[in-house]
């Protein structure tokens, strides 16, 4: 599904160039669990970012389901985006301006879904997350375990094929995030790819296969067993 | 302390550098734009002050008053009222009238002659009224003796050079001799009365065979000064009927108006005279500056709000309130500062332009100390303001308020509002100046009723008209010379009137109908191409053609005759038929109507010689000054063009239209920079949700449309008030004129699409620059 050869990302600013990712080749099938792991400012989420589409590389070819992407302009990334992939991020990146509800049902604004559909998908997703009941309130009155879910739910509204998470549980109690773990989880069971950003070993351990990241450089992929 | 303050005060200018220039810039302009319309202003008030005692100076005035109700004011008085005022009111102290030579006359002194025509007759009084210096000659009593002339300096260096020429002899058109009694200084040029000489009445009396004792012949100005502590209005109400009670027949009512208003004021009860303008302008002024200062308080204020994490961080590390309150207000010191700074030298370089354009030499000069420390101080207090908001409003949040972003919502409220005033006040300014545009194009376009083009004319000395018969027929000889008539007057400004006029059944209700009155030669009404509508113009095919009369359609219906030709009508004491109607024609400004006219052959009275001439005038003046050159080289060639003196009429108002336009473009200036430095805060605090919204797949048009409409609704907003707020105020304004256009939609719709227009532009780029940034480089801060 997804297939890097050679990646480099290379952030200039005015005085200091930074190599974050640096010939990264690797490989992600279908339905697959991912975890990558690193220490801090190693390259983590910029290679989310480009796997996501929200970015493109320096250098090097990326390939997303069958199309060679990294020249592509924002339009085409986003078509390209809102058909497939989700995110979830650390630091939940609700739109304070909007509630819950509208939240969760932007994807499906842009993928032109008639307001009724919208509106039983939406309903159906809040209840799969358990947050239904706050279907009327904006982002700053839910905790930050709530926050979470309902990122779930819009990142998962559009039925995407991949979904991309960055620390997931960064910011939740350990309660919490385990709740977010055994939702994406469950989402893998049923067939979606998850590349999921973590520190957390025993989150980890819930994928199939961990990559380990150090200064741009892919240095181990460790296959795992599934229990 | 102040040392790191301003250090960081200068680092965030720098670091902000675009929305600092865009910030400091726009207050500049304002001020720059305010300063000059305020020295301008200060500069038409200051006309005439520099008399002493200029509240005890008078100028007396007639109300003429007609049947059907109409006020004509004008300032031409009866020469013996002067002297009879003085007798009769012990209020008055001195009492000249004056009046300017009629036409040119010929000065010749120590072997060279000029023509002049900046002579003022006066009585002896006029240097007690008016403070003239005098710098040699006669310093108690200029003119006292009937001998004399009195020079302005400019005039008495002309002719003798830097010396003192008191005692010398001038002669004037050959055969009056004066003696030099007196040079008086040059009136300054912020001065009504004007003048190169002045001559005693003895002169006027005589040159111009003038009766200076008839009651009922209008030509002086009288300007008379009060005794210390009069009372102006009881002496108003005293002498209005003063007239009336000499001429029992008279419509006349005289008033007092004092003369510091002379020079700004109408003294028509329904027109406003120039003062209408010192007061559009200083409105204007006021709304640039308002303009100026709501769109410093905007980027002000948003740029803060920006840096609402800083003050939340600050805090958290332990910024006092006091502290953060100090940097904002030095910041907005500092940056207000700069920018009067700025604005005060655009001002120094652009006095010598706008002095060009207003016709007047304006300087920064300490009489506008107060209008300096006026606007410095309400830029002050912008700055405080502006700076006190973040300041009290940002650092009174907890910080996790901040961090939160909750404080959003408010200050966004006010700055829609500020910027949806700025647009409103810029369109309204922008429709305003289209119609008075309009306005004035029409006055000097429209059809006068006669070809004003083309029509060269020359003013005559005396007694020409001997020789005028042997002049016509050379001049039409030259090819491209059409007509050649003579006249007293030219049509662009007829100065006599009579209401000594009768005709058959004149009714009583028609006794005090005012006539204008006009002699004119053969060939008039053809020279004109004015349109007869009866009868026939005059002609020497039938005789000398004394004793008949044109009249004009006003006159026709006076009189009751609606185009019938052949009734006998009698002007003065001359009785005669009349044999021709002309269409109703403008012999005057556009502003006023067409009064009633009788035009009649009267040889003696003629003054000059108009000639109509093809299209391509210069080659054929060139021919005409030859030939005149030859044939009558004792009368100079001073030639005018009618269509000049026509355009002169509405030079002030062009000048002003002009005016008025460039501060109209530098108020939509600034409010655009005002809409920039705004735009490009909305979309900085736009930026994460528009690109969580892509990260969720909105493309580029969508959130592109959003962005747009939103700021656009503010634009069409203020464009549906300016409409409204223009088109009362220019109803109101149009109302004015006796010709007048209609407003049309036109304007306003092409006002509505160029501001959406110029809006579009301004904010398209940052909104397309927002919209296809990569998401990951905007959410990678958070
Ligand atoms: N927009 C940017 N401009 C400049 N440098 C950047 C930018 N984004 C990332 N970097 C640099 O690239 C490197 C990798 O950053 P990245 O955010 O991918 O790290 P990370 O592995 O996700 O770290 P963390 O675990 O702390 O989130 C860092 O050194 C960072 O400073
Ligand atoms: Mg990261």
């Known amino acids: 599904m997804i297939k890097t050869k050679n990646l480099i990302k290379i952030f200039r600013t005015d005085e200091v160039e930074t190599t974050a990712l640096n010939n990264v080749n690797l490989e992600i099938n279908e339905g697959e669990f991912v975890a990558i792991m690193g220490p801090s400012g190693c390259g983590k989420s910029t290679l989310l970012n480009i796997i996501g589409l929200l970015d493109n590389p320096s250098e090097g070819e990326m390939h997303f389901n069958g199309y060679q992407v990294e020249n592509y302009t924002e339009r085409q990334r986003t078509n390209l985006r809102k058909e497939n992939i989700g995110f979830v991020f650390q630091s939940f990146n609700l739109i304070d301006e909007l509630t819950v509800f509208e939240n969760v049902e932007l994807p499906l604004l842009y993928m032109k879904v008639s307001g009724s559909e919208r509106k039983r998908r939406v309903n159906e997703a809040l209840e799969r997350m358990n947050i239904a009941h706050r279907a009327k309130h904006f982002p700053q009155q839910l905790s930050g375990g709530q926050q979470q879910r309902v990122a779930i739910a819009r990142a998962v509204i559009s039925n995407p094929k991949l979904i991309l998470a960055d620390e997931p549980t960064g910011n939740l109690d350990s309660a919490n995030g385990e709740e977010v773990m055994n939702l994406l989880t469950q989402l893998n069971e049923e067939g979606t790819t998850i590349i999921m950003v973590t520190h957390s070993p025993s989150d980890a351990d819930r994928s199939h296969r961990i990559i380990q990241l150090f200064d741009g450089h892919v240095v181990t992929e460790n296959m795992r067993q599934k229990l | 302390m102040i040392k790191i303050l301003l250090n960081t005060v200068i680092r965030n200018l720098y670091k902000q ?22 020295i301008w202003v200060n500069y038409e008030l200051s006309f005439d002050t520099y008399h002493k005692d200029i509240e005890r100076i008078y100028t007396v005035y007639e109300n003429q008053k007609y ?41 010749s002194a120590n072997g060279k002659t000029f023509v002049e025509t900046g002579g003022k007759i006066v009585d002896p009084d006029f240097f007690k009224i008016f403070s003239i210096p005098v710098l040699y000659g006669d310093y108690i009593s200029p003119l006292s003796n009937e001998s004399t002339i009195v020079l302005s300096r400019r005039l008495s260096e002309k002719l003798f050079g830097d010396i003192d020429p008191i005692g010398l002899s001038i002669e004037i058109n050959s055969n009056y001799q004066f003696i030099v009694g007196a040079v008086v200084e040059n009136a300054p040029e912020n001065s009504s009365i004007h003048y190169d000489f002045f001559l005693p009445f003895k002169f006027f009396k005589e040159y111009w065979e003038y009766d200076l004792s008839d009651w009922e012949a209008n030509s002086f100005h009288l300007f008379v000064k009060l005794k210390d502590g009069a009372n102006s209005e009881y002496l108003a109400e005293n002498i209005r009927h003063h007239v009336r009670q000499r001429i029992p027949y008279s419509n006349v009512e005289l008033d007092l108006q004092a003369f510091e208003k ?31 200062c ?30 953060l309150v100090g940097l904002f207000l030095t910041e907005s010191i500092v940056f207000t500062t700069i920018a009067l700074g700025l604005g005060i030298v655009f001002v120094e370089l652009l006095l010598p332009v706008f002095s060009d354009l207003t016709n007047r030499t304006l300087t920064l000069n300490p009489g506008n100390l107060k209008f300096l420390i006026a606007v410095v101080l309400i830029v002050l207090s912008t700055g405080v303001l502006s700076g006190s908001y973040p300041a009290l409003f940002l650092s009174s949040f907890l910080p996790i308020q901040v961090i939160r972003g909750v404080f959003r919502q408010d200050s966004a409220m006010l700055r829609k509002v500020l910027v949806i005033i700025q647009f409103t006040m810029s369109i309204a300014l922008f429709i305003c100046t289209c119609v008075i545009y309009k306005q004035l194009n029409f006055l000097k376009d429209s059809d006068v009723g006669y070809n004003k083009d083309n029509i060269v004319y020359v003013e005559m000395l005396d007694d020409f008209y001997e ?27 007829f100065l006599n009137s009579t209401w000594d006029v009768n005709w058959p059944n004149k009714s009583v209700d028609s006794e005090d109908v005012l006539f204008q009155l006009s002699f004119v030669d053969f060939d008039f009404i053809e020279t004109f191409e004015m349109d007869v509508i009866q009868g026939r113009g005059f002609s020497n095919q039938f005789g000398e053609d004394t004793l008949k009369f044109i009249i004009n359609e006003s006159a026709a219906e006076k009189m009751g005759m609606v185009y019938t030709i052949g009734e006998k009508i009698s002007l003065w004491n001359y009785t005669g038929e009349v044999i021709g109607i002309v269409k109703d024609f403008n012999f005057n400004s556009l502003q006023v109507g067409v009064d009633p006219l009788i035009m009649m052959r009267k040889p003696s009275s003629f003054k000059y010689i108009g000639i109509r001439v093809g299209e391509d005038k210069d080659p054929i003046i060139n021919k005409i000054r030859k030939v005149w050159n030859r044939k009558f080289s004792h009368i100079p060639f001073n030639y005018r063009l009618l269509e000049e003196d026509f355009n002169y009429f509405y030079q002030a108002e062009s000048r002003m239209g002009k005016l008025f336009a460039s501060f109209t473009a530098i108020a939509f200036i600034i409010s655009c920079l005002g809409l920039f430095g705004l735009v490009s805060f909305i979309t900085e605090n736009k930026a994460r949700e528009v690109a969580l919204r892509k990260v969720f797949g909105a493309n580029v048009d969508n959130v592109f449309q959003l962005l747009f409409k939103e700021i656009l609704k503010w634009i069409v907003l203020s464009i549906a008030i300016a409409w409204i707020i223009s088109f009362f105020a220019m109803e109101w304004w149009l109302n004015g004129f006796a010709y007048r256009i209609e407003m049309g939609i036109g304007i306003f719709i092409m006002a509505a699409v160029l501001s959406l227009l110029v809006a579009c532009l301004t904010i398209y780029r940052q909104i397309a620059r927002l919209v296809t940034i990569a998401p990951a480089h905007v959410l990678k801060y958070e």
């Not at chain 2, 550098?17 to 305020?38: D, E, M, R």
């Not at chain 2, 008085?77 to 009492?95: D, F, H, M, N, R």
């Not at chain 2, 005028?468 to 050379?474: A, H, P, V």
């Open chain 2, 17 to 38: 550098k675009v929305y600092s220039i865009v910030n400091i810039l726009g207050l500049a302009t304002g001020v720059t734009c305010t300063l000059l319309i305020l």
């Open chain 2, 67 to 107: 049947a059907d109700g109409d006020i004509f004011s004008v300032y031409s008085t009866p020469s013996p009222l002067a002297e009879s005022l003085k007798e009769e009111y012990p209020e008055v102290e001195y009492a000249s009238r004056l009046v300017s030579t009629w036409g040119q006359l010929v000065l």
């Open chain 2, 262 to 292: 002379y020079h700004l004021y109408s003294i028509s009860k329904n027109k406003s005279g120039p003062i209408w303008y010192v007061q559009v302008f200083l409105l204007v002024a006021v709304l640039i500056l308002l303009i100026a």
């Open chain 2, 294 to 323: 709501f769109n410093y308080m905007n980027l002000a204020t948003a740029r803060s709000e920006r840096r609402a994490r800083e003050v939340a961080i600050r805090k958290v590390v332990g910024a006092q309130r006091r502290g």
């Open chain 2, 467 to 493: 020789e005028y018969s042997e002049l016509k027929g050379e001049l039409l000889k030259i090819p491209g010379v059409h007509w050649v008539t003579a006249a007293n007057q030219m049509p662009v400004n």
